[in-house]
């Protein structure tokens, strides 16, 4: 069951840095979202599941390195995770934050090199040396670091009303459930419960709840993803119906050099608004005209009528 969970999360995150590749080239905005996948896809290939775990970590030097590597991996796809669904809504990411990785990273780093024996290379690094109290020091804080990225994109994107946000917000509740699980497991082994049942068993509630979690978020990243590039191919067709109107009727019609097609779309019905203030629209052109002012009212989150200064000053449908 856990292997096969750790496939699933690569898998998604996979699918997810395939697909937000594209988008992430043409827009800068969509920059954050490939990096924490790609991050994430990275940490996911520490655990062994595409080349086995022996292998990465003799890369690495051995002694269990890959650990560590991982966890500073998925520290940053969780941060990135946090800063994309903090911006889904059209705000601005703050690079002036990216401080926060650096001290996070020494924070778990310096316990980890400090651990007395990693021993030789293993799948169970973490419960073989949980005894320790460096190892506890350093797997504990990164759990933590994850706790506090979770609550704050919880917090960030919370009242949020999209569908995608139900998802995000399942994902990052599972995932920060299963840290304070793992603390909690740490904390047993270094207090000297030993490896009873009881606490093995509290440790085994840790993998499906964080990676479904992964999952989880993934997916709601992914709706987005889609949802958007329907959006923008809807705002292309209407675009194009309303440059034909506009042409039909011996109008010029100059495109703006990378003009967004949202702000396309606007500025073609809104000169089909003035026309339709000095003479009657065909009834294709009512039905495009109606069409588009729905489309724009759901994605400017207006009222009934959208308003943005330009001639008529509003699009409404006659």
């Not at 090199?113 to 419960?127: E, H, M, Q, V, W």
């Not at 569908?163 to 047993?188: D, F, H, K, N």
């Amino acid at each position: 069951m856990e292997l096969r969970i750790e496939v699933v999360a690569f898998v998604a995150l996979l699918v997810l840095t395939l697909v937000r590749l594209p988008s992430a080239i043409r827009q800068p905005s969509s920059r954050l979202t490939w990096i924490a996948t790609i991050t994430g896809l990275a940490a996911v290939f520490m655990v062994g599941v595409v080349v086995p775990l022996p292998i990465v970590d003799g890369w690495l030097g051995g002694a269990n390195v890959a650990n560590l590597v991982q966890n500073i991996l998925a520290t940053t796809a969780f941060w990135f995770v946090m800063q994309a669904a903090l911006t889904l809504d059209g705000s601005r990411f703050d690079p002036r934050s990216l401080w926060e990785l650096p001290a996070m990273f020494l924070s778990f780093t310096i316990p980890f090199l400090l651990i007395a024996d990693r021993g030789s290379t293993t799948d169970d690094f973490i419960k073989e040396s949980a005894g320790q109290i460096g190892l506890w020091a350093y797997a504990s804080i990164y759990m933590a670091c994850v706790v506090l990225i979770m609550a704050r994109m919880l917090r960030g994107i919370h009242g949020r009303k999209p569908r995608p946000y139900i998802l995000i917000r399942i994902g990052a509740w599972s995932i920060l459930v299963a840290s304070l699980i793992e603390i909690a497991y740490l904390t047993l082994r270094v207090a000297g419960m030993g490896r009873t049942p009881p606490v093995e068993g509290v440790g085994a509630l840790f993998t499906i709840p964080f990676y479904g979690g992964v999952v989880l978020v993934c997916a709601g990243i992914i709706v987005f993803a889609v949802a958007r590039a329907g959006r923008r191919s809807m705002n292309a067709t209407l675009g194009r119906l309303l440059a034909k109107a506009s042409l039909d009727r011996g109008m010029i019609v100059k495109p703006i050099p990378d003009e967004d097609p949202v702000h396309e779309t606007y500025r073609l019905a809104v000169r089909l608004t003035d026309i339709a203030n000095s003479q009657e629209l065909t009834k294709r052109e009512r039905v495009i005209l109606r069409a588009t002012t729905e489309m724009l009212d759901r994605q400017m989150r207006a009222p009934a009528v959208v308003r943005m200064s330009s001639g008529a000053g509003a699009v409404s449908a006659p």
